[in-house]
């Protein structure tokens, strides 16, 4: 029954995608020039992202979806991006004076996304709005909670709120097995439960609602920083990988982008996005 | 949208998903006026499913007062609110769903609680509507009124939560209509919670997922009503099955309730989800805030409760409320008794349609005692 809908939103979204939004960017190409080293490039307080030169991005609100969010609060991403013949890198940057990264009913987290076809053909290019059947795409999404998780620990009940009391929880009486039956998501490892792992989720998707988390198969890394009001969050993959994305020196795709602000409740679809495609060339 | 029906509304209805009847149909029925509030049914099922770590505020199952009790806060009023005044009309609801009213860019029309919402479950235990002045007495019909809501989530034909899920992570089941949310899919979005009318869909902090009443599934899987339904020391609830009115079975307790002496109503039918847990309404209360939330057919259904004594299957379904921990799939009254059946034909339990009367001497010849009576 689900199929039906969603065909029929496929088809509403493409014949709105067709009138309004151009498939690429008027602004100039994204150049990842080579730099030295080996390593991973997922530190947002570098010095190597001085070599790249930034692409300003205007992000819009996403009513094409429902659910949508028709008033966004980030209207311009800046992207930067270096390799060095082991390591793509990937630098964004956008203005959010307040840090959201607590999750309680009516508190959403920070969040930021770059999308791009897993299999890069540029004549032949997915549905930019989360790709489409047989033209999956890739999705790196860095979240603010899960970098708190990472940086300072999961948040306790009791931290989250202070003056909470309860009796008693069934991994304090009951063997870890048996206590693990109560802990829904965390215990079946779903990656929004925990970010003390990464702050970064590798994801596909092959159009709305089907974007799934690739588990152990897992390849981007990253860090965000808050400072002087803007995020700075830095995203890394491997170039030459064996699954996943196919990138290498030399080669180009295309990169979709997307934001989230938790202090507009901004979630899932309700988001800024870049409403055309990116070009990324990677220098030999 | 697809075009789907809603019996409750006596219509076609606007739905985001095409409708498909599941092969079975989790139900339950409820009597109001039976409940005493004793969270009984609150506390089993929190002990059985939602004692862990972000967890603490959350009951899949709850018992408020009513008018004033709400959990979380104001979940009905302000839902009822937002939707406006409605056009009831006769048979055939007139006004508009939550569907219908869904503001542009949305799926349905709802509203996300604050976190603090929840932080007073029990709040308006058991305030009345108005206050009584000294020296009154009581007089018929009562001058102030409240009444106790036992609710769990309804596993709705067309449910809020599936509708409004942006990932497809929410869904019901096709062999019992359960309806479940994917924790190894869900996202945390509170896109359900907005959703649905009913609050039933609740965060987790810990987790950072939404959860939700499971219907005890794997208690149905076994031929077993839930948690809230066994341990209900009223006996007020009678978990089983529930047919749309053209499959209806007399046979079947649920059935016989509501669509055959139609005593049993829907919570809020006009938000268009068709809910399916059914209530018997409280006698005692102003049929206006009845209709409000139970739909027309309100009087109809009180009349019909008043004389069950008079309709020996009505009186025999009633009776078996609480009688067994299996799930009741028919039932049968040979003039004593009321009997329920499993779906295999096996007699589960039978109960009498009058309790037998022992008179005793008032003295006690052996332990050289006056009795008291105690009935």
């Given at each position: 029954?689900?199929?039906?809908?969603?065909?029929?939103?496929?088809?509403?979204?493409?014949?709105?995608?067709?009138?309004?939004?151009?498939?690429?960017?008027?602004?100039?190409?994204l150049?990842?020039?080579?730099?030295?080293?080996?390593?991973?490039l997922?530190?947002?307080g570098?010095?190597?992202?001085?070599?790249?030169?930034?692409?300003?991005?205007?992000?819009?609100a996403?009513?094409v979806a429902?659910?949508?969010?028709?008033?966004?609060?980030?209207?311009?991403?800046?992207?930067?991006?270096?390799?060095?013949?082991?390591?793509?890198?990937?630098?964004?940057?956008?203005?959010?004076?307040t840090?959201?990264?607590?999750?309680?009913?009516?508190?959403?987290?920070?969040?930021?996304?770059?999308?791009?076809?897993v299999?890069?053909?540029?004549?032949?290019?997915?549905?930019?709005?989360?790709?489409?059947?047989?033209?999956?795409v890739?999705?790196?999404?860095?979240?603010?909670?899960?970098?708190?998780?990472?940086?300072n620990?999961?948040?306790?009940?009791?931290?989250?709120?202070?003056?909470?009391?309860?009796?008693l929880?069934?991994?304090?009486?009951?063997?870890?097995?048996?206590?693990?039956?109560?802990?829904?998501?965390?215990?079946?490892?779903?990656?929004?439960?925990?970010?003390?792992?990464s702050?970064?989720?590798?994801?596909?998707?092959e159009?709305?609602?089907?974007l799934?988390?690739?588990?152990?198969?897992?390849?981007?890394?990253?860090?965000?920083?808050?400072?002087?009001?803007?995020?700075?969050?830095?995203?890394?993959?491997?170039?030459?990988a064996?699954?996943?994305?196919?990138?290498?020196?030399?080669?180009?795709?295309?990169?979709g982008?997307?934001?989230?602000?938790?202090?507009?409740?901004?979630?899932?679809?309700?988001?800024?996005?870049?409403?055309?495609?990116?070009?990324l060339?990677l220098?030999? | 949208?697809?075009?789907?029906?809603?019996?409750?509304?006596?219509?076609?209805?606007?739905?985001?998903?095409?409708?498909?009847r599941?092969?079975?149909?989790?139900?339950?029925?409820?009597?109001?006026?039976?409940c005493?509030?004793?969270?009984?049914?609150?506390?089993?099922?929190k002990?059985t499913?939602?004692?862990?770590?972000?967890?603490?505020?959350?009951?899949?199952?709850?018992v408020e007062?009513?008018?004033?009790g709400?959990?979380p806060?104001?979940?009905?009023v302000?839902?009822?609110?937002?939707?406006g005044?409605?056009?009831?009309g006769?048979?055939?609801?007139?006004?508009?769903?939550?569907?219908?009213?869904?503001?542009?860019?949305?799926?349905i029309l709802?509203?996300?609680?604050?976190?603090?919402?929840?932080?007073?479950?029990?709040?308006?235990?058991?305030?009345?509507?108005?206050?009584?002045?000294?020296?009154?007495?009581?007089?018929?019909?009562?001058?102030?009124w409240?009444?106790?809501?036992?609710?769990?989530?309804?596993?709705?034909?067309?449910?809020?939560c599936?509708?409004?899920?942006?990932r497809n992570?929410?869904?019901?089941?096709?062999?019992?209509?359960?309806?479940?949310?994917?924790?190894s899919?869900?996202?945390?979005?509170?896109?359900?919670v907005?959703?649905c009318?009913?609050?039933?869909?609740f965060?987790n902090?810990?987790?950072?997922t939404?959860?939700?009443?499971?219907?005890?599934?794997?208690?149905?899987?076994?031929?077993?009503?839930t948690?809230?339904?066994?341990?209900?020391?009223g006996?007020?609830?009678?978990?089983?099955?529930?047919?749309a009115p053209?499959?209806?079975?007399e046979?079947?307790p649920?059935?016989?309730i509501v669509?055959?002496?139609k005593?049993?109503?829907?919570?809020?039918p006009?938000?268009?989800?068709?809910?399916?847990?059914?209530y018997?309404?409280?006698?005692?209360?102003?049929?206006?805030?009845?209709?409000?939330?139970?739909?027309?057919?309100?009087?109809?259904?009180?009349?019909?409760?008043?004389?069950?004594?008079?309709?020996p299957?009505?009186?025999?379904?009633?009776?078996?409320?609480?009688?067994?921990?299996?799930?009741?799939?028919?039932?049968?009254?040979?003039g004593?008794?009321?009997?329920?059946?499993?779906?295999?034909?096996?007699?589960?339990?039978?109960?009498?349609?009058?309790?037998?009367?022992?008179?005793?001497?008032?003295?006690?010849?052996?332990?050289?005692?006056?009795?008291?009576?105690?009935?």
């Amino acid at each position: 029954m689900k199929v039906k809908t969603h065909i029929r939103n496929m088809l509403a979204t493409a014949t709105l995608m067709a009138v309004v939004t151009p498939l690429w960017a008027a602004d100039p190409v994204l150049v990842a020039h080579k730099i030295s080293g080996n390593d991973a490039l997922g530190d947002p307080g570098a010095s190597y992202w001085e070599s790249s030169k930034a692409v300003k991005m205007a992000m819009e609100a996403q009513t094409v979806a429902t659910p949508a969010q028709p008033k966004v609060t980030v209207t311009e991403m800046s992207v930067r991006a270096v390799q060095n013949g082991k390591f793509l890198g990937l630098l964004l940057e956008w203005k959010d004076p307040t840090v959201d990264n607590l999750l309680i009913t009516d508190g959403f987290g920070d969040q930021v996304a770059v999308e791009m076809p897993v299999t890069f053909k540029k004549d032949d290019l997915p549905n930019i709005m989360m790709g489409e059947a047989g033209k999956p795409v890739s999705v790196w999404q860095w979240r603010a909670p899960a970098q708190n998780d990472k940086d300072n620990g999961k948040p306790t009940t009791k931290q989250l709120y202070p003056n909470s009391n309860y009796d008693l929880y069934p991994d304090q009486i009951l063997p870890a097995e048996t206590a693990k039956l109560y802990t829904g998501a965390q215990g079946l490892g779903n990656p929004v439960s925990d970010g003390t792992k990464s702050s970064v989720m590798e994801m596909v998707a092959e159009g709305f609602g089907t974007l799934t988390h690739v588990g152990d198969q897992q390849q981007v890394a990253g860090k965000g920083v808050h400072k002087g009001g803007t995020w700075r969050v830095a995203m890394t993959y491997p170039l030459d990988a064996g699954n996943g994305v196919q990138l290498a020196a030399g080669s180009e795709t295309a990169i979709g982008l997307a934001v989230w602000d938790g202090g507009n409740s901004d979630r899932g679809s309700r988001k800024a996005w870049a409403s055309a495609w990116l070009s990324l060339k990677l220098s030999k | 949208m697809a075009k789907v029906y809603n019996w409750h509304l006596g219509r076609e209805m606007e739905y985001p998903h095409e409708g498909v009847r599941p092969a079975k149909q989790f139900g339950m029925v409820l009597d109001t006026n039976k409940c005493i509030a004793c969270q009984t049914c609150t506390v089993a099922c929190k002990t059985t499913w939602t004692p862990g770590r972000g967890q603490e505020s959350m009951f899949w199952n709850n018992v408020e007062s009513k008018p004033y009790g709400y959990y979380p806060l104001g979940w009905d009023v302000k839902i009822l609110e937002k939707l406006g005044v409605q056009e009831a009309g006769g048979k055939i609801y007139q006004g508009k769903t939550l569907f219908d009213a869904a503001p542009d860019g949305e799926r349905i029309l709802g509203y996300l609680p604050e976190d603090a919402d929840y932080a007073h479950p029990n709040i308006g235990e058991d305030d009345s509507v108005g206050l009584m002045s000294q020296g009154i007495h009581l007089t018929m019909p009562h001058m102030q009124w409240m009444y106790y809501l036992p609710r769990i989530c309804n596993h709705c034909t067309y449910p809020a939560c599936v509708a409004a899920c942006s990932r497809n992570s929410v869904y019901k089941r096709p062999e019992d209509g359960i309806v479940l949310i994917d924790q190894s899919r869900c996202r945390g979005y509170r896109e359900c919670v907005k959703g649905c009318p009913y609050k039933k869909p609740f965060f987790n902090s810990n987790t950072r997922t939404s959860e939700k009443c499971v219907g005890c599934y794997p208690a149905i899987e076994g031929g077993r009503q839930t948690q809230c339904t066994m341990t209900c020391i009223g006996k007020i609830r009678m978990q089983g099955y529930i047919s749309a009115p053209d499959k209806a079975r007399e046979d079947n307790p649920l059935d016989y309730i509501v669509h055959v002496a139609k005593i049993g109503r829907p919570l809020y039918p006009q938000f268009g989800l068709e809910p399916n847990t059914y209530y018997i309404p409280p006698t005692h209360v102003p049929p206006a805030y009845l209709y409000q939330m139970f739909g027309t057919g309100v009087e109809e259904a009180i009349a019909g409760y008043r004389k069950a004594k008079d309709d020996p299957k009505l009186l025999g379904a009633l009776l078996l409320f609480g009688a067994c921990k299996e799930i009741i799939h028919n039932f049968k009254v040979d003039g004593s008794h009321a009997m329920g059946f499993n779906e295999k034909g096996e007699e589960l339990v039978r109960v009498p349609l009058v309790e037998p009367i022992h008179v005793r001497a008032a003295y006690d010849e052996k332990f050289q005692a006056y009795r008291t009576n105690i009935t």
